[in-house]
């Protein structure tokens, strides 16, 4: 018999509800039942109050300041690529691995006032209490411990509230999607697509067509994520004609179609030859675009920056995978720089790319 959980939604089960932060109060509790049983250890087992206190102030603050230490282990690898991922600011660097997004005001006075007296208590106090010794190898050890032993690392379950609540993470399954829902199938058959392309009475000038359009897909990720309807422009970039329809069926709907627009980049030098390239935006990078605008996205300018580099990078560790793929694309980064400097970018690409396609045929 199947259990009934399970038929609800037509069989697909349960959808999870948000989760309301019941955590907190399971805290709140551990908290309440550690005070009984401190106090009923002084009824029994008296001892002073005030020792006990200092005693774990000082330990708080050998907590705070031991992730603090941690963190700035990861800033000592961050300056390496201070140049690459910020800028070549070292300041902002160390704010990425220092600066602490969520209650960071209370943390600050909790630190202030929690080693304000530890310190107290080595210059005037019973240095009993904790030696800064002791101190030390407590705040160092168990910074050092916590991050061997990975347990600064999120659970899974905190994964997924992250998931849920910010919106990160984005980059890689918007790569995969791409990746299996469109250049897994279309990538491979370019070759053919080209070649029906340049059939006689196509769409490409000329007598040896061939040589203006190469089965590569120029790819184009553009840093602000803003994938415009078209790639034409009113200068040197024009819309062709589209290329041959690849037809499939898929996601339920009978004979799909997938289509590739070729577009003719002229240089600046006259004497140079026209360019032909099947080329388009990575379009899943739109809803990266869609969501820095939208405001129950919680979705920042700053996340959108990284989220487009970890695309980048994953859909080229995948498309280099995959042999299939491998010589049939090329990704093309774009600044937000004005629509003239597009061209030149994608002139000096397309023909460094052909030089390379050229060199490896020849071979």
């Given at each position: ?12 089960g349960?959808?999870f ?6 955590e907190?109060?399971?805290m ?15 009824l ?5 109050f ?6 774990i ?6 907590i705070?300041?031991?992730?603090f ?18 800028n070549g600011?070292?300041i ?8 602490v ?7 600050w ?16 106090g019973d240095k009993?209490i904790?030696?800064?010794t002791?101190?030390?190898?407590y ?12 347990l600064?690392?999120p659970?899974?379950?905190?994964y ?6 910010e919106n990160?993470?984005l980059?890689?399954?918007l ?6 829902g469109y250049?897994?199938e279309q ?15 196509s ?5 040896n ?5 190469k ?8 840093k602000?994520?803003n ?10 970039i ?6 041959l329809?690849?037809i ?27 360019k ?10 739109n ?9 129950e996205?919680n ?8 989220e487009?580099?970890?695309f980048?990078k ?7 995978d995959?042999?299939n793929?491998?010589n049939?694309?090329?990704?093309i980064?774009?600044s ?9 970018v994608?002139y000096?690409?397309?023909n460094?790319?052909?030089n ?5 045929v020849?071979?």
């Amino acid at each position: 018999m199947v259990n009934s959980d399970f038929k609800q939604n037509n069989g697909f089960g349960h959808i999870f509800n948000k989760r309301r932060g019941r955590e907190l109060y399971i805290m709140l509790y551990l908290l309440c039942f550690l005070v009984a049983v401190y106090y009923l250890n002084m009824l029994f087992f008296p001892r002073s109050f005030k020792e006990d206190l200092i005693l774990i102030l000082m330990v708080v603050s050998s907590i705070i300041i031991g992730e603090f230490l941690r963190r700035i282990c990861f800033f000592s690898e961050e300056i390496f690529h201070s140049k690459k991922r910020y800028n070549g600011s070292i300041i902002l660097a160390f704010k990425n691995c220092i600066t602490v997004t969520s209650y960071s005001g209370v943390i600050w006075i909790i630190l202030a006032f929690s080693f304000s007296v530890t310190f107290y208590q080595w210059i005037w106090g019973d240095k009993k209490i904790l030696s800064f010794t002791v101190y030390a190898t407590y705040m160092i050890c168990s910074s050092i411990v916590m991050h061997l032993l990975k347990l600064k690392e999120p659970s899974i379950i905190e994964y997924s509230h992250l998931n849920e609540v910010e919106n990160k993470h984005l980059a890689a399954g918007l790569a995969w999607g791409y990746y299996f829902g469109y250049l897994k199938e279309q990538l491979p058959k370019l070759k053919i697509l080209v070649d029906g392309a340049v059939a006689p009475h196509s769409m490409i000038e000329g007598d040896n067509a061939c040589k203006y359009l190469k089965p590569i897909m120029y790819i184009i990720i553009p840093k602000d994520c803003n994938c415009t309807e078209n790639l034409a422009n009113d200068y040197d970039i024009k819309f062709h004609r589209n290329c041959l329809e690849d037809i499939r069926s898929t996601g339920g709907v009978h004979d799909r179609s997938y289509k590739n627009s070729v577009y003719s980049i002229e240089p600046r030098e006259p004497q140079r030859p026209k360019k032909y390239v099947i080329m388009e935006y990575a379009t899943p990078l739109n809803n990266l675009f869609k969501m820095s605008k939208h405001r129950e996205a919680n979705f920042s300018d700053e996340d959108l920056e990284r989220e487009v580099i970890l695309f980048y990078k994953k859909l080229k560790s995948i498309l280099d995978d995959d042999p299939n793929c491998i010589n049939h694309y090329k990704l093309i980064l774009l600044s937000s720089a004005s629509q003239e400097n597009i061209a030149d970018v994608l002139y000096r690409e397309i023909n460094d790319e052909e030089n390379f396609f050229n060199n490896n045929v020849n071979v």
